[in-house]
């Protein structure tokens, strides 16, 4: 259903992406891992068309995802959570229901129950975002990125900054959308039992390349320098 | 010296394409300010903080401004028994050139620099990434209600100017200078024509669209980091104040030039 091939970006002299080659297939969670600053973010971000590769294709349903046309059935959880700072937690998380003209006092309804499935009470529905922490914010960010039940979700690390507990919530929320919704999703994490809880397929980016891809269960088992890196925490050889 | 030549070419070239940004920007804008969707709350919002908010300071500025003209023309005056014409040119002075522009220097002053510092941080943390993917285009959503918001309540400041700052004149005139009040008011008043306030709103209206469209230009091309959104607000407000002056010129130049 989505489809990359052979993505490149560079910024400026800095070359980020260097043939990106990568299949997300409906209703697959797949989990992207990979070093901090290979590029995980960028590759979202062209998904979304919030980047323009240099070259390569990326496609939705057979249809370049670039300029960004398929906004409406994707959801985004910013790895920062990029909630809007002039607006309470439920604006945020019912925004594209208020901009589409629904009534407020239903959308701040909404927004509250999908605060509840990311474990916020709805007292944070009207406090703002700078009153959060950090991990409360990212959790008010994931709630914005499932309120209009999408087909495809991105999750940004959705358990970095969380203590176990909230962090094992998020990954049953997660897999219950691929589960019961149907969505197709990708999740950057760092988190093994992340990977573990929510995972289809594993994919890892590496000096700009797809460089491994398997099932979790390969994923330990594999023989692969860097990827026993990841699982293990010692650095490759 | 073909050095020379080469880097005045680079620079002029730079120059050209920035300027090329900023009116394909400046037309952008304006299409999204009349095309749908438009964002009622986001004006209303914007139409308080760059209009309300900005009536304390714009009052004290022309106030104080307004009284030290009346000293500084009786003063000069004097020197060749021109004394009477205070209110006359106190008027003149406000209406066409001091309230405008000041009010002018003082938007971009508070509304310039704190539409770029929001803006700007935003792009920062990727709330502006966050809009577009919740379909929401930037342009329309932030730049075109600030911009029609500042276009259309600067006249408002800059009328609130003036009739300050020639009361600043009349407090001094007639608590210092002698003046007769009911003779000061009524010399204001006929001396006045329609042109020099239209001139004034006009002036008004032009300095707030150039204020919130820097404002709003900066902050979207904001460079990442804290520095990249400090650079961006300085820029803002510096690009706002010379270019507020620069059309000021163009403005009484177009108005009252014979
Ligand atoms: N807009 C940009 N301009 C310039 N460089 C950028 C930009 N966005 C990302 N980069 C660079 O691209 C590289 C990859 O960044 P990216 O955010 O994708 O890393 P990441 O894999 O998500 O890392 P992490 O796990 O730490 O989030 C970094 O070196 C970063 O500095
Ligand atoms: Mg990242």
């Known amino acids: 259903m989505i489809h990359l091939s052979n993505v490149h970006k560079s910024f400026g002299s800095a070359a980020v992406l260097q043939g990106v080659t990568l299949d997300i297939e409906q209703g697959q969670s797949l989990v992207l891992i990979g070093a901090s600053g290979s590029g995980k973010s960028v590759l979202l971000k062209c998904i979304l068309g919030l980047e323009t590769p240099d070259s390569g294709t990326i496609t939705v349903d057979g249809k370049p995802a670039n300029p960004p046309q398929f906004l409406d059935r994707f959801g985004m959880l910013f790895q920062g959570a990029a909630l809007f700072d002039s607006l309470p937690v439920w604006e945020n998380v019912a925004f594209r229901a208020l901009q589409t003209g629904q009534e407020r006092p239903m959308a701040k309804k909404r927004a509250i129950e999908k605060l509840d499935r990311v474990g916020l009470s709805a007292k944070v529905a009207d406090q703002f975002p700078s009153d959060l922490s950090g991990g409360m914010r990212k959790r008010a960010g994931l709630a914005r990125a499932i309120f209009s039940d999408p087909d495809i979700i991105f999750f940004d690390e959705p358990t970095t900054g969380l203590d176990p507990i909230r962090a094992n919530t998020i990954n049953t929320l997660i897999r219950g959308v691929v589960d019961e919704i149907g969505a197709t999703t990708l999740t950057i994490t760092h988190d093994l039992t992340s990977v573990d809880a929510i995972a289809d397929k594993v994919a890892m980016l590496k000096d700009g390349k797809i460089i491994w891809q398997g099932v979790p269960d390969e994923l330990r088992a594999s023989s692969n320098p860097d990827v026993d890196a990841f699982v293990t925490g010692r650095a490759a050889p | 010296m073909t050095r020379f030549f080469a880097l005045i070419g680079a620079a002029s070239f730079s120059a050209l394409a920035f300027l090329g940004r900023l009116s394909f920007f400046a037309f952008d804008s304006l299409r999204h300010i009349v095309t749908p969707p438009f964002y009622g709350r986001a004006f209303g919002t914007a139409l308080i903080q760059i209009g309300f908010l900005s009536l304390p300071v714009v009052g004290l500025t022309a106030l104080f401004t307004g009284g030290a003209l009346a000293l500084q023309i009786y003063a000069g005056g004097a020197r060749f028994s021109a004394e009477a014409a205070v209110p006359q040119i106190v008027a003149i002075g406000m209406v066409r050139e001091l309230g405008p522009v000041l009010v002018g220097l003082m938007v971009a002053a508070r509304v310039t620099s704190s539409i770029a510092a929001e803006i700007a941080t935003m792009k920062v943390t990727e709330q502006i990434d966050a809009l577009i993917t919740l379909s ?64 004034s709103l006009v002036k008004g209206a032009v300095f707030g669209f150039i204020a919130a469209l820097m404002g709003c230009f900066f902050g979207m091309n904001s460079d990442r980091g804290a520095m990249g959104v400090g650079r961006a607000t300085k820029s803002a407000v510096v690009a706002a104040s010379v270019l507020i002056l620069a059309a000021n010129f163009v403005l009484t130049e177009a108005f009252f030039s014979a």
């Open chain 2, 136 to 199: 929401t285009n930037p342009m329309k959503y932030l730049t075109a209600p600030r911009v029609l918001a500042a276009t259309l309540v600067t006249p408002f400041l800059v009328a609130v100017g003036d009739t300050i700052g020639i009361m600043g004149g009349y407090i001094i005139g007639t608590e210092r200078l002698g003046f007769a009040s009911a003779a000061y008011l009524q010399n204001t008043v006929d001396f006045l024509e329609a042109k020099d306030i239209a001139s």
